[in-house]
């Protein structure tokens, strides 16, 4: 893996929109493609970058008819982290790790030439697929913590054991019992 360059096993026609595109149109060419990514491209150069979670988030934040209003370039963030092709995958494996992304645009002398994902990996290399499970572990123990926070800040019970499914969950405490979000609203 320490030789093995990104040119080589990069995706070299990525799926790419214009930034003016409004998010509906991207939604419909995530599904009509397979995708669940989009690169924002203008005269071969990257100026963006959307994904499914994007999507989903203005979709919930707006209506639908406002999808069709906002475009892929105002939601896009402003600076993209990308690799080069001469890169190895072990060095674009690590970049992934610590940037918790699991795809990077692939850019050679400012002009984008591919994209490479943790799939187009994973499928050259399969045997890597435990680093990639404790990637998987890492980003869930951090969304974990995440709800462990927002759960003390709403003064909860934290995590335990649900007094009413015996679940292990973040609690709540609704008429003096601890119970999961589930039973909550269940009651």
Known sequence: MKNIRVAEIMTKDPII????????????KMVKKRTGSLLLVNNKKLVGFIDQKDILWALIKKSRKDLQNI????????KIATVKP???????????KKLKFERLPVIYEGKLVGIITIKDILN???EIYPE???F??????QKKLER???AKEKKLGGEGICEECGNQNILYKINGMLICESCKNAI
């Open 124 to 126: 050259f290399h399969p």
């Open 17 to 28: 929109i214009k930034p003016d595109t409004n998010l509906f149109e991207c939604a419909k």
């Open 132 to 134: 990639l499970e404790e």
């Open 71 to 78: 475009l892929a370039k105002d939601i896009s963030p402003k």
């Open 148 to 150: 462990l926070k927002k």
């Open 86 to 96: 001469t890169t190895t995958l072990g060095e674009t494996l690590q970049k992934m």
């Open 136 to 141: 998987a572990q890492i980003k869930e123990e």
